[in-house]
Protein backbone atom coordinates (compact mmCIF):
# COMPACT_ATOMS: atom_id res chain seq x y z
CA UNK A 1 0.00 0.00 0.00
CA UNK A 2 0.98 3.61 -1.01
CA UNK A 3 2.51 5.50 2.00
CA UNK A 4 1.09 9.24 1.90
CA UNK A 5 0.48 11.36 4.73
CA UNK A 6 -2.15 13.89 5.61
CA UNK A 7 -1.39 17.98 5.32
CA UNK A 8 -3.08 21.07 4.77
CA UNK A 9 -3.33 22.58 1.23
CA UNK A 10 -2.66 26.85 0.42
CA UNK A 11 -5.64 28.15 -1.05
CA UNK A 12 -3.34 30.78 -2.29
CA UNK A 13 -0.94 28.39 -4.36
CA UNK A 14 -2.67 26.15 -6.79
CA UNK A 15 -1.06 22.97 -6.22
CA UNK A 16 -2.05 21.60 -10.35
CA UNK A 17 -2.89 23.18 -13.21
CA UNK A 18 -5.47 22.40 -16.06
CA UNK A 19 -5.02 20.79 -18.86
CA UNK A 20 -7.41 20.43 -21.68
CA UNK A 21 -6.62 17.05 -23.77
CA UNK A 22 -9.70 15.90 -25.84
CA UNK A 23 -12.89 19.02 -26.85
CA UNK A 24 -15.49 16.93 -29.11
CA UNK A 25 -18.60 18.20 -30.58
CA UNK A 26 -22.04 17.86 -30.88
CA UNK A 27 -23.75 14.32 -30.23
CA UNK A 28 -26.77 13.06 -32.36
CA UNK A 29 -30.00 12.92 -30.47
CA UNK A 30 -31.64 10.46 -32.51
CA UNK A 31 -33.33 6.64 -31.57
CA UNK A 32 -32.19 3.43 -32.86
CA UNK A 33 -32.74 0.72 -31.97
CA UNK A 34 -33.37 1.39 -28.12
CA UNK A 35 -29.82 0.76 -27.28
CA UNK A 36 -28.13 4.25 -27.37
CA UNK A 37 -25.62 3.47 -29.88
CA UNK A 38 -26.62 6.66 -32.52
CA UNK A 39 -25.10 8.79 -29.92
CA UNK A 40 -21.55 9.55 -31.19
CA UNK A 41 -18.83 12.33 -30.31
CA UNK A 42 -19.65 14.49 -34.42
CA UNK A 43 -17.09 16.99 -35.81
CA UNK A 44 -13.59 18.09 -35.47
CA UNK A 45 -12.31 19.50 -32.61
CA UNK A 46 -13.00 22.74 -31.33
CA UNK A 47 -12.04 25.58 -28.70
CA UNK A 48 -14.69 25.43 -25.80
CA UNK A 49 -14.39 27.74 -23.20
CA UNK A 50 -14.69 25.34 -19.99
CA UNK A 51 -14.73 27.20 -16.74
CA UNK A 52 -11.59 26.98 -14.43
CA UNK A 53 -11.61 25.47 -11.25
CA UNK A 54 -10.52 26.92 -7.70
CA UNK A 55 -7.08 26.31 -6.72
CA UNK A 56 -7.52 23.21 -3.77
CA UNK A 57 -8.54 24.12 -0.13
CA UNK A 58 -8.12 21.10 2.39
CA UNK A 59 -11.09 19.47 3.43
CA UNK A 60 -11.68 19.97 7.22
CA UNK A 61 -11.59 17.08 9.92
CA UNK A 62 -9.55 14.46 8.20
CA UNK A 63 -7.95 12.45 10.64
CA UNK A 64 -4.08 11.62 10.36
CA UNK A 65 -2.94 8.95 8.52
CA UNK A 66 -6.66 8.69 7.29
CA UNK A 67 -8.02 9.41 3.31
CA UNK A 68 -11.91 9.29 2.01
CA UNK A 69 -12.31 6.73 0.01
CA UNK A 70 -15.74 6.77 -2.98
CA UNK A 71 -17.22 10.30 -1.54
CA UNK A 72 -20.88 10.17 -2.29
CA UNK A 73 -22.36 14.83 -2.22
CA UNK A 74 -25.59 15.48 -1.69
CA UNK A 75 -26.41 18.99 -2.01
CA UNK A 76 -29.34 21.03 0.08
CA UNK A 77 -30.45 24.40 -1.70
CA UNK A 78 -25.82 26.22 -1.42
CA UNK A 79 -25.04 23.62 1.36
CA UNK A 80 -22.94 20.36 0.18
CA UNK A 81 -22.74 17.56 2.57
CA UNK A 82 -19.96 14.86 2.00
CA UNK A 83 -20.30 10.85 2.99
CA UNK A 84 -17.72 8.45 2.93
CA UNK A 85 -15.89 5.50 4.71
CA UNK A 86 -12.08 6.46 6.19
CA UNK A 87 -9.10 4.17 4.84
CA UNK A 88 -5.76 3.93 6.38
CA UNK A 89 -2.59 5.64 4.29
CA UNK A 90 -0.18 3.46 6.26
CA UNK A 91 -1.11 0.09 7.40
CA UNK A 92 -4.35 -2.01 6.88
CA UNK A 93 -6.57 -0.88 9.74
CA UNK A 94 -9.77 0.83 9.89
CA UNK A 95 -10.29 1.16 13.20
CA UNK A 96 -13.62 2.06 14.92
CA UNK A 97 -16.34 3.75 12.95
CA UNK A 98 -14.49 4.25 9.60
CA UNK A 99 -16.94 7.12 8.63
CA UNK A 100 -16.78 10.94 7.55
CA UNK A 101 -19.51 13.10 7.27
CA UNK A 102 -19.18 17.01 6.62
CA UNK A 103 -21.09 20.17 5.75
CA UNK A 104 -19.49 22.48 2.68
CA UNK A 105 -19.60 25.28 4.31
CA UNK A 106 -19.65 24.05 8.18
CA UNK A 107 -17.46 21.44 8.80
CA UNK A 108 -17.40 17.93 10.09
CA UNK A 109 -20.59 16.26 11.25
CA UNK A 110 -20.29 14.16 14.04
CA UNK A 111 -21.83 10.43 12.98
CA UNK A 112 -24.92 8.21 14.15
CA UNK A 113 -24.35 7.32 17.63
CA UNK A 114 -23.71 3.10 17.80
CA UNK A 115 -20.87 0.34 16.89
CA UNK A 116 -20.96 0.74 13.40
CA UNK A 117 -18.81 0.18 10.84
CA UNK A 118 -20.56 2.26 8.03
CA UNK A 119 -19.87 -0.03 5.49
CA UNK A 120 -20.50 2.43 1.93
CA UNK A 121 -22.40 5.31 3.73
CA UNK A 122 -24.86 6.93 1.14
CA UNK A 123 -26.85 10.42 2.00
CA UNK A 124 -29.66 12.36 0.26
CA UNK A 125 -31.02 15.65 1.35
CA UNK A 126 -34.74 15.44 1.57
CA UNK A 127 -36.87 18.91 -0.19
CA UNK A 128 -37.33 20.01 4.00
CA UNK A 129 -33.43 19.81 4.62
CA UNK A 130 -33.49 16.49 6.21
CA UNK A 131 -30.28 14.75 4.90
CA UNK A 132 -30.80 10.94 5.06
CA UNK A 133 -27.76 8.39 5.75
CA UNK A 134 -28.47 5.11 4.64
CA UNK A 135 -25.19 2.16 4.95
CA UNK A 136 -24.64 -1.62 5.25
CA UNK A 137 -23.06 -3.55 7.94
CA UNK A 138 -20.78 -7.17 8.07
CA UNK A 139 -21.84 -10.00 9.52
CA UNK A 140 -19.13 -9.75 12.06
CA UNK A 141 -16.86 -6.67 12.67
CA UNK A 142 -13.69 -6.40 10.62
CA UNK A 143 -10.89 -3.78 11.05
CA UNK A 144 -8.54 -4.92 8.27
CA UNK A 145 -9.08 -3.04 5.16
CA UNK A 146 -8.53 -6.36 3.11
CA UNK A 147 -11.17 -8.08 4.23
CA UNK A 148 -13.88 -5.44 3.41
CA UNK A 149 -14.04 -5.97 -0.23
CA UNK A 150 -14.66 -9.94 0.06
CA UNK A 151 -16.72 -8.87 4.05
CA UNK A 152 -20.32 -10.34 3.83
CA UNK A 153 -23.24 -7.61 4.29
CA UNK A 154 -25.93 -8.53 5.84
CA UNK A 155 -28.33 -5.67 7.02
CA UNK A 156 -28.56 -2.03 6.29
CA UNK A 157 -29.69 0.88 8.62
CA UNK A 158 -30.69 4.61 8.55
CA UNK A 159 -30.77 7.81 10.60
CA UNK A 160 -31.87 11.35 9.67
CA UNK A 161 -29.74 14.58 10.54
CA UNK A 162 -32.22 17.06 11.72
CA UNK A 163 -31.85 20.12 14.03
CA UNK A 164 -27.93 19.33 13.68
CA UNK A 165 -28.39 15.45 15.26
CA UNK A 166 -29.07 12.22 13.90
CA UNK A 167 -31.61 10.21 14.80
CA UNK A 168 -31.40 6.83 17.04
CA UNK A 169 -29.77 4.36 13.79
CA UNK A 170 -32.62 1.68 12.87
CA UNK A 171 -32.28 -1.49 10.84
CA UNK A 172 -34.20 -1.27 7.75
CA UNK A 173 -32.90 -4.83 5.66
CA UNK A 174 -31.59 -8.00 6.66
CA UNK A 175 -30.60 -10.78 4.12
CA UNK A 176 -28.09 -13.73 4.35
CA UNK A 177 -25.86 -11.70 2.01
CA UNK A 178 -26.64 -8.56 0.29
CA UNK A 179 -24.75 -6.07 -2.03
CA UNK A 180 -24.21 -2.45 -1.15
CA UNK A 181 -21.35 -1.31 -3.58
CA UNK A 182 -19.50 2.10 -2.78
CA UNK A 183 -21.27 3.66 -6.55
CA UNK A 184 -23.95 6.28 -5.99
CA UNK A 185 -27.31 6.01 -7.01
CA UNK A 186 -29.40 3.84 -4.48
CA UNK A 187 -31.08 6.75 -2.81
CA UNK A 188 -33.81 8.88 -3.62
CA UNK A 189 -36.52 10.51 -1.91
CA UNK A 190 -40.09 11.16 -3.26
CA UNK A 191 -42.56 14.41 -3.26
CA UNK A 192 -43.64 13.22 -0.11
CA UNK A 193 -39.86 12.94 1.51
CA UNK A 194 -40.15 9.65 1.71
CA UNK A 195 -36.98 7.41 1.04
CA UNK A 196 -36.81 4.99 -1.31
CA UNK A 197 -33.74 2.98 -1.60
CA UNK A 198 -32.64 -0.34 -3.90
CA UNK A 199 -30.46 -2.82 -2.82
CA UNK A 200 -29.64 -6.67 -4.54
CA UNK A 201 -29.56 -9.59 -1.97
CA UNK A 202 -29.95 -13.15 -1.10
CA UNK A 203 -33.04 -13.54 0.67
CA UNK A 204 -34.83 -17.18 0.37
CA UNK A 205 -36.85 -17.68 -2.63
CA UNK A 206 -36.76 -13.90 -3.03
CA UNK A 207 -33.34 -13.57 -4.31
CA UNK A 208 -32.57 -10.12 -6.99
CA UNK A 209 -33.36 -6.57 -6.07
CA UNK A 210 -35.82 -5.34 -3.06
CA UNK A 211 -37.09 -2.28 -3.53
CA UNK A 212 -37.30 -0.41 -0.01
CA UNK A 213 -39.95 2.48 1.30
CA UNK A 214 -40.33 4.48 3.82
CA UNK A 215 -43.11 6.54 4.50
CA UNK A 216 -45.40 7.06 7.64
CA UNK A 217 -45.68 4.04 8.34
CA UNK A 218 -42.01 2.67 8.66
CA UNK A 219 -40.19 0.84 6.35
CA UNK A 220 -41.52 -1.80 3.81
CA UNK A 221 -39.32 -3.99 1.26
CA UNK A 222 -40.46 -5.33 -1.57
CA UNK A 223 -39.28 -8.21 -4.22
CA UNK A 224 -38.62 -6.38 -7.78
CA UNK A 225 -40.40 -9.28 -10.25
CA UNK A 226 -37.73 -9.04 -12.91
CA UNK A 227 -35.57 -11.89 -12.73
CA UNK A 228 -32.04 -10.20 -12.73
CA UNK A 229 -28.73 -11.50 -12.06
CA UNK A 230 -27.22 -7.66 -12.32
CA UNK A 231 -26.62 -6.68 -8.88
CA UNK A 232 -25.92 -2.87 -9.78
CA UNK A 233 -28.65 -0.88 -9.92
CA UNK A 234 -30.04 2.67 -9.74
CA UNK A 235 -33.18 4.64 -8.50
CA UNK A 236 -35.08 7.78 -9.36
CA UNK A 237 -38.10 8.68 -7.74
CA UNK A 238 -40.89 11.72 -8.94
CA UNK A 239 -44.18 11.65 -7.30
CA UNK A 240 -45.71 8.21 -7.40
CA UNK A 241 -43.53 7.53 -10.30
CA UNK A 242 -40.32 4.99 -9.56
CA UNK A 243 -37.71 3.78 -11.88
CA UNK A 244 -35.19 1.44 -11.27
CA UNK A 245 -32.20 0.80 -13.67
CA UNK A 246 -30.08 -2.67 -14.10
CA UNK A 247 -26.81 -2.92 -15.79
CA UNK A 248 -24.43 -5.61 -15.68
CA UNK A 249 -22.31 -8.32 -17.49
CA UNK A 250 -23.53 -9.56 -21.09
CA UNK A 251 -22.06 -12.88 -22.19
CA UNK A 252 -22.50 -13.46 -25.79
CA UNK A 253 -22.40 -11.60 -29.10
CA UNK A 254 -26.31 -12.95 -29.56
CA UNK A 255 -27.37 -11.53 -25.84
CA UNK A 256 -30.52 -9.52 -26.29
CA UNK A 257 -30.37 -8.41 -22.78
CA UNK A 258 -28.36 -5.21 -21.21
CA UNK A 259 -29.00 -1.73 -19.59
CA UNK A 260 -32.86 -2.59 -18.47
CA UNK A 261 -34.99 0.35 -16.72
CA UNK A 262 -38.54 -0.49 -14.82
CA UNK A 263 -41.16 1.21 -14.43
CA UNK A 264 -43.70 1.42 -11.55
CA UNK A 265 -46.45 4.71 -10.66
CA UNK A 266 -47.75 3.55 -7.60
CA UNK A 267 -44.81 4.10 -5.59
CA UNK A 268 -43.55 0.39 -5.71
CA UNK A 269 -47.30 -1.79 -5.85
CA UNK A 270 -46.38 -2.46 -9.02
CA UNK A 271 -43.92 -2.76 -12.00
CA UNK A 272 -44.08 -1.97 -15.52
CA UNK A 273 -42.48 -4.92 -18.43
CA UNK A 274 -39.11 -4.28 -18.44
CA UNK A 275 -37.71 -2.08 -21.12
CA UNK A 276 -34.02 -2.23 -22.57
CA UNK A 277 -32.53 1.00 -23.23
CA UNK A 278 -29.10 -0.49 -24.54
CA UNK A 279 -28.70 -4.19 -25.59
CA UNK A 280 -24.58 -4.92 -24.76
CA UNK A 281 -23.99 -7.87 -27.07
CA UNK A 282 -21.41 -9.31 -24.85
CA UNK A 283 -19.86 -6.04 -23.16
CA UNK A 284 -20.30 -5.21 -19.52
CA UNK A 285 -21.94 -2.17 -18.40
CA UNK A 286 -21.40 -0.72 -14.58
CA UNK A 287 -21.97 2.42 -12.09
CA UNK A 288 -25.71 3.41 -13.58
CA UNK A 289 -26.97 6.53 -12.31
CA UNK A 290 -29.84 8.86 -12.77
CA UNK A 291 -29.71 12.86 -13.22
CA UNK A 292 -33.41 14.49 -13.19
CA UNK A 293 -32.27 18.37 -14.46
CA UNK A 294 -35.72 20.65 -14.96
CA UNK A 295 -36.85 19.40 -18.25
CA UNK A 296 -34.93 15.84 -18.55
CA UNK A 297 -34.30 12.81 -16.93
CA UNK A 298 -31.02 11.28 -17.84
CA UNK A 299 -29.43 7.74 -17.37
CA UNK A 300 -25.57 7.62 -16.98
CA UNK A 301 -23.33 4.78 -17.34
CA UNK A 302 -20.12 2.96 -18.19
CA UNK A 303 -18.94 0.14 -20.29
CA UNK A 304 -15.97 -1.93 -20.59
CA UNK A 305 -15.16 -4.80 -23.53
CA UNK A 306 -15.32 -8.35 -22.98
CA UNK A 307 -12.44 -9.73 -20.89
CA UNK A 308 -11.01 -6.27 -20.33
CA UNK A 309 -9.83 -4.32 -17.71
CA UNK A 310 -11.15 -0.94 -17.16
CA UNK A 311 -14.08 1.76 -18.82
CA UNK A 312 -13.56 2.44 -22.27
CA UNK A 313 -17.20 4.28 -22.97
CA UNK A 314 -19.10 6.99 -21.02
CA UNK A 315 -23.03 6.34 -22.12
CA UNK A 316 -25.43 9.07 -21.53
CA UNK A 317 -29.19 8.87 -22.83
CA UNK A 318 -32.68 10.73 -22.10
CA UNK A 319 -35.44 8.57 -21.47
CA UNK A 320 -38.94 9.62 -22.39
CA UNK A 321 -42.09 9.32 -20.32
CA UNK A 322 -42.23 5.72 -22.07
CA UNK A 323 -39.31 4.90 -21.28
CA UNK A 324 -37.43 4.51 -24.73
CA UNK A 325 -33.74 5.88 -25.16
CA UNK A 326 -32.90 9.18 -26.96
CA UNK A 327 -29.25 9.04 -26.92
CA UNK A 328 -27.69 12.18 -25.70
CA UNK A 329 -23.85 11.21 -25.58
CA UNK A 330 -21.11 8.66 -25.91
CA UNK A 331 -17.82 9.36 -24.54
CA UNK A 332 -14.70 7.38 -25.48
CA UNK A 333 -12.95 6.95 -22.09
CA UNK A 334 -9.02 6.49 -21.88
CA UNK A 335 -7.31 3.46 -20.76
CA UNK A 336 -7.63 2.14 -17.35
CA UNK A 337 -11.04 4.49 -16.54
CA UNK A 338 -12.24 2.55 -13.11
CA UNK A 339 -15.04 4.57 -11.81
CA UNK A 340 -17.01 7.86 -12.40
CA UNK A 341 -19.37 10.46 -10.02
CA UNK A 342 -21.15 12.60 -12.43
CA UNK A 343 -23.23 15.48 -11.05
CA UNK A 344 -25.92 18.00 -12.70
CA UNK A 345 -26.65 21.45 -11.82
CA UNK A 346 -30.52 22.18 -12.50
CA UNK A 347 -30.02 23.99 -16.61
CA UNK A 348 -29.08 20.62 -16.89
CA UNK A 349 -24.96 20.65 -17.91
CA UNK A 350 -23.36 17.79 -16.62
CA UNK A 351 -19.87 17.48 -15.17
CA UNK A 352 -18.36 13.73 -14.59
CA UNK A 353 -15.29 12.52 -12.52
CA UNK A 354 -13.36 9.83 -14.40
CA UNK A 355 -10.86 8.22 -12.20
CA UNK A 356 -8.10 5.77 -13.36
CA UNK A 357 -6.39 2.65 -12.17
CA UNK A 358 -3.02 2.65 -12.51
CA UNK A 359 0.39 2.83 -10.57
CA UNK A 360 -0.29 6.67 -10.69
CA UNK A 361 -4.08 7.07 -10.82
CA UNK A 362 -5.63 9.92 -12.09
CA UNK A 363 -8.65 12.04 -12.50
CA UNK A 364 -10.38 14.06 -15.32
CA UNK A 365 -13.53 15.48 -16.42
CA UNK A 366 -15.69 15.00 -19.26
CA UNK A 367 -18.43 17.80 -19.63
CA UNK A 368 -22.02 17.47 -21.08
CA UNK A 369 -23.76 20.69 -21.78
CA UNK A 370 -27.66 20.93 -22.24
CA UNK A 371 -27.15 20.60 -26.11
CA UNK A 372 -24.98 17.63 -25.89
CA UNK A 373 -22.17 19.16 -26.70
CA UNK A 374 -19.31 17.19 -25.25
CA UNK A 375 -15.89 18.22 -23.91
CA UNK A 376 -13.16 16.34 -22.03
CA UNK A 377 -9.82 17.51 -20.12
CA UNK A 378 -7.17 16.36 -17.96
CA UNK A 379 -7.46 18.19 -14.20
CA UNK A 380 -3.81 17.47 -12.86
CA UNK A 381 -0.49 17.37 -14.25
CA UNK A 382 1.14 13.90 -15.14
CA UNK A 383 3.80 14.09 -12.13
CA UNK A 384 0.35 14.18 -9.70
CA UNK A 385 -2.02 11.40 -8.74
CA UNK A 386 -5.78 12.14 -8.02
CA UNK A 387 -7.81 9.47 -6.84
CA UNK A 388 -10.78 8.57 -5.17
CA UNK A 389 -13.16 11.68 -6.70
CA UNK A 390 -16.60 12.80 -5.84
CA UNK A 391 -18.94 15.69 -7.36
CA UNK A 392 -21.73 17.45 -6.37
CA UNK A 393 -23.64 20.62 -7.65
CA UNK A 394 -25.30 23.81 -6.29
CA UNK A 395 -27.62 26.20 -7.85
CA UNK A 396 -23.65 28.20 -8.83
CA UNK A 397 -21.62 25.32 -9.90
CA UNK A 398 -19.92 22.53 -9.44
CA UNK A 399 -18.32 21.00 -6.31
CA UNK A 400 -15.62 18.41 -6.17
CA UNK A 401 -13.30 16.69 -3.53
CA UNK A 402 -10.06 14.54 -4.37
CA UNK A 403 -7.15 12.70 -2.80
CA UNK A 404 -4.28 14.45 -4.09
CA UNK A 405 -0.38 14.02 -4.39
CA UNK A 406 0.66 17.01 -5.52
CA UNK A 407 4.22 15.64 -6.34
CA UNK A 408 5.92 12.57 -6.59
CA UNK A 409 7.08 11.14 -3.38
CA UNK A 410 5.01 14.23 -1.13
CA UNK A 411 1.96 12.83 0.95
CA UNK A 412 -1.32 12.75 -0.02
CA UNK A 413 -4.45 14.69 1.33
CA UNK A 414 -8.30 15.36 0.85
CA UNK A 415 -8.95 18.86 -1.43
CA UNK A 416 -12.23 21.01 -2.28
CA UNK A 417 -12.64 22.52 -5.55
CA UNK A 418 -15.42 24.05 -7.12
CA UNK A 419 -15.98 25.70 -10.23
CA UNK A 420 -18.81 28.11 -11.80
CA UNK A 421 -21.83 26.38 -14.53
CA UNK A 422 -24.54 27.75 -15.95
CA UNK A 423 -27.31 29.54 -13.74
CA UNK A 424 -30.71 28.87 -13.16
CA UNK A 425 -33.80 30.85 -11.04
CA UNK A 426 -34.08 29.30 -7.86
Known amino acids: MECIGAHAASARKP ?61 FRDTVYVASNLYPIEGTSVGDRPIYLSRLSGGVISAPAGSFQFVYPKIVAAPNGEIHLVWAEFDSTRHDVIDWPGGLQTTLWHSVF ?48 AHLHRDAAGWRAEHIPYASLHDATALHVSGDSVVIAFVGDSFEPSDTTGVTVLLSTDSGATWSKPVVVRRL ?136 MTRPACRTKR
Open 15 to 75: LFRLRRWIVTGLCLAVPSAGDGTACAAQGPPSAVALPSWTPPIALEGIPANRLIRWPILAT
Open 162 to 209: THASWSTPEEIFRATALSWTKDDGHLAIDRSGALHAVVWAIRGQNTGV
Open 281 to 416: GGRTAVHPQFIRTEERLLLVWGESAPRKFGLDTLRVVRLSESLQPVPVALVPLPPGSSTFSVASTPCGDLSVLVGTLALSPRTFEVTVDSRGVVAQRSLFPDDQVATFSGAGATFAGFVAVFAVRPHPGTPAHMVL
